[in-house]
Each structure stands twice: as structure tokens, then as C-alpha cells.
Nanobody, 115 residues
């Protein structure tokens, strides 16, 4: 199975983007896993942005709390990240991750916020 992110792009400060992560492959169903969004800015370590549990309970990093919303559609095998009020420091490559025990990563999608 694989994860493929989409929806990144260039947006102005204060704008919005919605990232999607599509899971595919034989027997790879996201409802079996906690799902996460991470990001990595140039020269920085990858950091956790948001988590959604198997029971669809979300948690967020402090730096996106109140601006980003993580959601999942198990029927469509999709993960989402709605990003509002974007800031220049949100510029990064965003990755989706299927957690324990599979620990699978997508290839990432670039988000660039211009000031």
C-alpha cells in the first residue's frame, strides 16, 4: 500500500489550503491506524503537526492549534488537513503518516506561504 499527498501550493499570508492524503493498495485501510500529518521546513527536523486516532479524536501541535483541522474519511480511505490563517512559518513539505504498526509515509506535498 501507499500514501499520496496532494493539495499543496503557494498561498499568501492569511490564506487557506486543504491537504489530502489518499491511501491505496491491497488491504491497506486507514481505519486500522492512527493517522498523522508532519511537516519539514528547510534545514529543520520533521515535526508533528496533528494526529487523529482510530476513534477520530484529533490532537494538534501548539503552533497550529485553532488554525488547522485534521480529519479522516475511512470510507474513502482519505486523510485531510484543513489549514487556515496560514503564516510564513508554515512553509514546509507536509507528509501524511499511517502509524503503528505499519508506519507508512507519503512522499510529501510542498506548502509555501508568501508574505
Amino acid at each position: 500500500g501507499q500514501l499520496v499527498e496532494s493539495g499543496g501550493g503557494l498561498v499568501q499570508v492569511g490564506g487557506s489550503l486543504k491537504l489530502s492524503c489518499a491511501a491505496s493498495g491491497d488491504n491497506f485501510r486507514i481505519y486500522n491506524y492512527p493517522m498523522r500529518w508532519y511537516r519539514q521546513a528547510p534545514g529543520k527536523q520533521r515535526e508533528l503537526v496533528a494526529t487523529i486516532t482510530i476513534g477520530s479524536v484529533p490532537t494538534y501541535a501548539d503552533f497550529v492549534q485553532g488554525r488547522f483541522t485534521i480529519s479522516r474519511d475511512n470510507a474513502k480511505n482519505m486523510l485531510y488537513l484543513q489549514m487556515n490563517n496560514l503564516k510564513p512559518e508554515d512553509t514546509a513539505v507536509y507528509y501524511c503518516n499511517a502509524g503503528f504498526p505499519i508506519n507508512k509515509w507519503g512522499q510529501g506535498t510542498q506548502v509555501t506561504v508568501s508574505s
